[in-house]
C-alpha cells in the first residue's frame, strides 16, 4: 500500500501546487463585499481536494492544516461567516503556510511545528469569534469534525451513501479512514470487491469523490443520496450540469453498464438502497464532473522539459538539413527534377511549420508571471500604507518558460522598487493633484523576435538632479549634459543606491544592477523612461525564448562570429581624426563626445589574414554592463536569429565566447562573449578616462 | 593475470578486451570499443582561439558541437594533412563526446588478457600514463590508450575536471 501510494506522491505535490495558486488567485480576486458563490465553493474545493491527498499520504499537519481551513470556508460559503479582509489575509498566510508543508513533504521534512501551530491558533480564533459574531450552535467546536451546517433541506449534490467498486479488502479501511474526514461512519459493508459506507451527516458528492480521486477512480465510485429530492433539482455546483436530464444520465448509465460488465453488480447495488430516482439523479451531479474530468487530463500532459528539449534540438537538425538540401538543388535543373524540387519545397514548409510547432511547446503565457504580483502588490501596499491599484495587460503573451521563470525575480524586484520608491503616498498625491490610489501597470506584448515587458506606474518619477548629485559622490564620470536616457541608466551602476538618489523613502539598498545584469545574462535589456512627478516605465526587452538568439554575424579574416544584437549600439566606417592612439599598441575611438577603447578582434582570437587597418573596417560601438566599447571587425554579414549550444557540454569553457550555434551550411560559429570582450578593453580603461578628462 | 595490466586497477582483468585499431605514424594503437560512438570524416572545422595546437576546435555533430583533437599534432607526427581520407574516431569520455583525429582505422580486434603486456618506460611515442599497456596480436603490435586519462589530462585539458573522469 504504501508502495502503491508513493508513486502517487509527485502528482499529488503538483496538483496540490497547482490548487494552492488557483485559491491564492480566487482570494485574491475575491469581492469581499458580494463573493461569488461559484468561487467561494472552488476555493473550498481546492482546500478540500488538498486535505484529501495530505490524508491519504499521512502528511498529517497539512490534513489538520487544509482541514481547519476547510471548516472556515464551508462556513463562508454558506454564508455563516462574513468575510473581511482579516478573514482574506489570514486564508493567504494559511495557503503559505500549506505552501511550505508541501514543500517540507516534497524535501523529505518535517513541516514547520512552529508555524503550523500559530496558525491552527489563528484559524481557530477566527472561526471561533465568526461563530460568536453569527451566533452558532455552541456544538460547533472548531476543533470537532467539520461542522456542517445544519440545513433545513440537504444542498443539492449532498449525499451520504458512498460505494466504491473493485478494491481489495486490505484498502478498505484506509478508504474509510478517508470518509471519516466527512464525519463519524454510520455503517460500513465489505461484499465482493465493493465497499458500502454510510455517513452520519451527509456529504457533496463531488468533495467525497476529491478526497477519493488519489485512491480511486471516479468511476469505481457511486452514491446513493441522503434523502429524496426531486430529479432535475440535483445538480452539483459544477457548471453545466443543470442541463443533465435524469433520463440521458440514466442512458449513460445503461450504456455504461453495457461497457462495463464486471461492473455490473455495483450498478445494481447503487439502485439496491431504494431510492432510486435519488440514485440517478446524483449519479447526474456526479457525472458531468467525471467527464469533465477526463478531458482535462487528455488536454494536457506533464512532460519533463529534458525531452522537449531534446525534440527542439532534433527539430533545429531538421531545420539545418533542410535548409543544406535547398542549397543542394539550387542548381538543378527545374524541369528535370520538378517533382524533387516540388518535394524539397514541401518539406520546407513542413519543417518550418515543426519548428514552429515545436517551439510553442515551451511557451507559457505571461499570466504565468503576472500572477503572481497581485499577492505581493496587496501585501506591500497594505504595508507602506499606499493605495495602489494593479493592472495586467497581454497576460496571453507568450514567452519561454525557461525565461519566464528567470525573470520573476528581476521583475519582483522592480515592482516592489515601483511600489516602494515610485509610487507615492496618498496624501502626497493629493497634495501633486492626482487620485489617491496609485497604479502598476505590467504589460507584456511581442515586438518581432522580442519580449517587451513594461513595468509602469503614476508616481513620482525618477530626479534627475539627485541621480547626477549621487553619481558624482560615487566618483562616477558624469555631466550635466547628459542625455535623460544615460542619466536613467546610471541608477543601474553597482552601488548605486536608488532609495536615496531617487526617493526619500529609505528603502531597502536594492540592487538594480543585479537586476540588469540578471537580464542581460538572458539577452536582452533595460530601458527606463521616466518624466519626473508622473512616473516611470521600465522596460525589459528580452529574446522569445532562450534557446534562440538575434545576433549579427560578423567576419574577421575568414572566421565567422556572432554578436549578441542587443549589445550592438551602432556601426561605423572610423575616420583617421577620430582615432587616438595611447601607449602600447591601445588605441581610442572618438564617438559621440566620448573616448571609447578599441578592442581588435584579429588581437584578441589571433586571426590571420583580418584587416588590421581601423580606417578601412568597420567599428562597432558596443554595450556591455553599462560601459561601451568599440570592436573593430572585417565585415557585417547581416541579421540572424541563431539556435545557441552550449559549447561546454562537450569542450569547456572558453575566454571570449559564450556558446556556438550551427549555421545554415552546417558550420559551428561562435557566439562572442560581450562581457569578456568588454574586460579586454578595459585594460585601458585609465587612458580612457585620461584621455577624456584633457 | 592481474599483474599484465600494471597502469589500470579499474579493469577487470580477467575479461577479454575488444579493441579499435588505428594508425598514427608507423605505428598502431588500439583503444576500447566501448569507448567509440562511430569513425566518421574530416568536416569543417570551426577553429578556437586561445587554445593548444592539437585542438582543431569545434565541429557540428548531428547538432551537438564537439571539439576535434589531432592526435597526431599530439603525438608530434609531421605532415598533419587533412583530405577526404582523414579519420575522426568520435569517442566518448566520461559524459562528453570528443572526436579524435587519426591517420587511419583499420580493425577490431579481442584481445585476451595473456596478449596484454604492460607497457615499457620507454620507446612509446606517447607520454606512458597515458598507455594500458601493450598488446601483441601474432606479429602486431598495438600500443593501448587509456583514452579517459588522455583526455582529461591536464595538458589537453579536454575536461576541466581531470579526477571526477579517472
Given at each position: 500500500m504504501t508502495l502503491d501510494i508513493a508513486e502517487f506522491y509527485q502528482t499529488f505535490f503538483d496538483e496540490a501546487d497547482e490548487l494552492l495558486d488557483e485559491m491564492e488567485r480566487l482570494l485574491i480576486n475575491l469581492d469581499i463585499d458580494a463573493p461569488d458563490s461559484e468561487d467561494l465553493n472552488a476555493i473550498f474545493r481546492a482546500a478540500h481536494s488538498i486535505k484529501g491527498g495530505a490524508g491519504t499520504f499521512g502528511f498529517t499537519h497539512l490534513q489538520e492544516t487544509t482541514h481547519l481551513l476547510e471548516n472556515l470556508l464551508d462556513r463562508a460559503r454558506h454564508g455563516e461567516l462574513v468575510l473581511d479582509r482579516t478573514a482574506i489575509d489570514l486564508f493567504l498566510e494559511c495557503r503559505d503556510v500549506l505552501a511550505g508543508q508541501i514543500d517540507a513533504y516534497r524535501a523529505s521534512e518535517e513541516p514547520d511545528q512552529q508555524a503550523y501551530e500559530d496558525m491552527a491558533q489563528r484559524l481557530r480564533t477566527l472561526d471561533e469569534q465568526g461563530s460568536a459574531a453569527l451566533a452558532a450552535?455552541?456544538?460547533?467546536?472548531?476543533?470537532?469534525?467539520?461542522?456542517?451546517p445544519a440545513p433545513v433541506a440537504l444542498p443539492e449534490g449532498m449525499i451520504r451513501t458512498v460505494m466504491i467498486s473493485g478494491?481489495?479488502?486490505?484498502k478498505c479501511s484506509t478508504l474509510v479512514e478517508e470518509l471519516g474526514l466527512f464525519g463519524d461512519i454510520e455503517s460500513q459493508a465489505y461484499e465482493g470487491d465493493t465497499l458500502t459506507v454510510t455517513l452520519a451527516q451527509p456529504a457533496a458528492s463531488d468533495d467525497i469523490e476529491s478526497v477519493l480521486c488519489f485512491v480511486v477512480d471516479a468511476d469505481q465510485l457511486s452514491f446513493g443520496a441522503a434523502q429524496a429530492e426531486?430529479?432535475?433539482?440535483?445538480?452539483?455546483?459544477?457548471?453545466?450540469?443543470?442541463?443533465?436530464?435524469a433520463q440521458a444520465v440514466s442512458e449513460a448509465v445503461a450504456a455504461e453498464r453495457e461497457h462495463r460488465p464486471q461492473d455490473n453488480r455495483t450498478q445494481e447495488k447503487a439502485t439496491a438502497p431504494a431510492e432510486a430516482a435519488p440514485v440517478a439523479a446524483t449519479a447526474a451531479a456526479s457525472k458531468p464532473k467525471a467527464t469533465g474530468k477526463s478531458s482535462a487530463e487528455s488536454s494536457s500532459l506533464r512532460v519533463s522539459t529534458e525531452k522537449v528539449d531534446e525534440i527542439i534540438n532534433l527539430v533545429g537538425e531538421l531545420v539545418i538539413t533542410q535548409s543544406m538540401l535547398e542549397q543542394t538543388i539550387g542548381g538543378l535543373d527545374t524541369e528535370a527534377h520538378g517533382a524533387l524540387l516540388e518535394g524539397l519545397n514541401q518539406l520546407q514548409r513542413n519543417a518550418r511549420d515543426l519548428q514552429e510547432a515545436v517551439m510553442s511547446v515551451r511557451m507559457m503565457p505571461m499570466d504565468y508571471a503576472f500572477n503572481r504580483f497581485p499577492r505581493l502588490v496587496r501585501d506591500l501596499s497594505s504595508k507602506l500604507g499606499k493605495e495602489i491599484n494593479l493592472v495586467t495587460e497581454g497576460e496571453s503573451t507568450e514567452l519561454d518558460k525557461g525565461l519566464i521563470e528567470r525573470i520573476m525575480d528581476p521583475m519582483t524586484h522592480l515592482v516592489r522598487n515601483s511600489l516602494d520608491h515610485g509610487i507615492e503616498t496618498p496624501e502626497r498625491r493629493k497634495a501633486a493633484g492626482k487620485p489617491a490610489a496609485g497604479t502598476l501597470t505590467l504589460a507584456a506584448q511581442h515586438q518581432g523576435g522580442s519580449i517587451l515587458i513594461d513595468i509602469s506606474d503614476?508616481?513620482?518619477?525618477?530626479n534627475r538632479e539627485r541621480i547626477l548629485a549621487k553619481a558624482r559622490q560615487n566618483g562616477l564620470a558624469v555631466s550635466d549634459s547628459m542625455s535623460d536616457d544615460e542619466v536613467w541608466q546610471l541608477i543601474f551602476a553597482p552601488g548605486f543606491s536608488t532609495a536615496e538618489a531617487v526617493t526619500d523613502v529609505s528603502g531597502r539598498g536594492v540592487g538594480m544592477d543585479v537586476v540588469k545584469r540578471n537580464i542581460q545574462e538572458l539577452g536582452g535589456h533595460v530601458d527606463i523612461r521616466s518624466t519626473f512627478g508622473q512616473g516611470t516605465t521600465i522596460r525589459i526587452v528580452l529574446p522569445l525564448t532562450l534557446a534562440i538568439m538575434d545576433g549579427m554575424l560578423i567576419r574577421v579574416g575568414e572566421e565567422v562570429f556572432i554578436m549578441p544584437l542587443g549589445a550592438i549600439k551602432e556601426s561605423m566606417q572610423v575616420q583617421a581624426d577620430q582615432l587616438k592612439r595611447v601607449a602600447q599598441d591601445k588605441q581610442l575611438v572618438y564617438v559621440r563626445g566620448e573616448y571609447l577603447p578599441l578592442v581588435e578582434m584579429h588581437r584578441v582570437f589571433d586571426i590571420d589574414n583580418a584587416q588590421s587597418d581601423v580606417l578601412r573596417g568597420i567599428v562597432m560601438v558596443i554595450e556591455s554592463e553599462g560601459r561601451y566599447f568599440t570592436l573593430l571587425v572585417d565585415e557585417l554579414l547581416g541579421q540572424r536569429q541563431v539556435v545557441v549550444k552550449n559549447l561546454e557540454t562537450n569542450y569547456r569553457k572558453v575566454v571570449g565566447i559564450s556558446a556556438a550555434t550551427i549555421l545554415g551550411d552546417g558550420s559551428v560559429a561562435l557566439i562572442l562573449d560581450v562581457v569578456a570582450l568588454s574586460r579586454a578593453g578595459r585594460q585601458s580603461e585609465t587612458q580612457v578616462q585620461r584621455a577624456a578628462l584633457a | 593475470m592481474a599483474e599484465v595490466i600494471a597502469n589500470d586497477a579499474a579493469r577487470d582483468a580477467a575479461a577479454d578486451m575488444e579493441v579499435l585499431v588505428f594508425a598514427l605514424g608507423g605505428e598502431e594503437y588500439g583503444v576500447d570499443i566501448l569507448k567509440v560512438q562511430e569513425i566518421r570524416g574530416y568536416n569543417q572545422v570551426t577553429r578556437i582561439a586561445n587554445v593548444p595546437e592539437f585542438v582543431k576546435g569545434v565541429t557540428n555533430l548531428r547538432g551537438s558541437i564537439v571539439p576535434i583533437i589531432d592526435a597526431r599534432i599530439k603525438f608530434g607526427l609531421e605532415n598533419a594533412a587533412y583530405d577526404q581520407h582523414t579519420v575522426v574516431i568520435v569517442l566518448n569520455v566520461g559524459e562528453r563526446v570528443v572526436g579524435v583525429v587519426v591517420d587511419s582505422v583499420s580493425d577490431v580486434l579481442t584481445l585476451s588478457p595473456e596478449q596484454i603486456k604492460p607497457a615499457p618506460d620507454?620507446?612509446?611515442?606517447?607520454?606512458?600514463?597515458?598507455?594500458?599497456g601493450l598488446g601483441s596480436v601474432d606479429d602486431r603490435m598495438l600500443i593501448l590508450v587509456d583514452i579517459d586519462r588522455m583526455m582529461s589530462s591536464s595538458e589537453l585539458a579536454i575536461v576541466e575536471e581531470v579526477e571526477a573522469i579517472a
Open positions: 450552535p455552541a456544538g460547533d467546536k472548531p476543533a470537532a469534525k467539520p461542522a456542517k478494491i481489495a479488502e486490505d426531486p430529479a432535475g433539482n440535483t445538480a452539483a455546483d459544477g457548471a453545466g450540469a443543470e442541463d443533465v436530464v503614476d508616481g513620482a518619477g525618477l | 620507454f620507446g612509446v611515442a606517447a607520454a606512458t600514463d597515458h598507455v594500458l
